[in-house]
């Protein structure tokens, strides 16, 4: 059974930062271009960041570009999301999946949410003015 767990979130002062965690078990994520993406009430899922499989290359939204910074360690099966600068816009659910459809190492440009699988929960990030 896969199963992804994104953790990290919490609420933040504006200018603070937070680093998100997402682990998986049941599959391997060292092969997969991995995503993250936010989603707040009433507005579609906004595609922020994706790194390839082996972390060489890395993709961001322009709403989040310069402020956060997306890495992974393959040999924990975890990818990270560090967010720094935040801002109350940044307020969201924080989602992490992984690259299903072939090539599945590769993050395509613009990033396109159908190509991936294996979503978690979320993690709740909340910035206060």
């Known amino acids: 059974q896969v199963q992804v767990v994104e953790s990290g979130g919490g609420l933040v002062q504006a200018g603070g930062s937070l680093r998100l965690s997402c682990t998986a078990s049941g599959v391997t994520l060292g092969a997969r271009a991995m995503g993250w993406f936010r989603q707040t009430p009433g507005k579609e899922r906004e595609r922020i960041s994706c790194?390839?499989?082996?972390?060489?290359?890395?993709t961001y939204a322009d709403s989040v570009k310069g402020r956060f910074t997306i890495s992974r360690d393959n040999a924990k099966n975890t990818v990270y999301l560090q967010m720094n600068s935040l801002q109350p816009e940044d307020t969201a659910i924080y989602y992490c999946?992984?690259?299903?459809?072939?090539?599945?190492?590769?993050?395509?440009?613009?990033?396109?949410?159908?190509?991936?699988?294996?979503w978690g929960q979320g993690t709740q990030v909340t910035v206060s003015s």
């Open positions: 999946a992984a690259r299903l459809t072939i090539p599945t190492g590769v993050c395509a440009s613009p990033l396109v949410e159908a190509d991936f699988r294996f």
């Open positions: 790194i390839n499989w082996s972390g060489d290359v890395t």
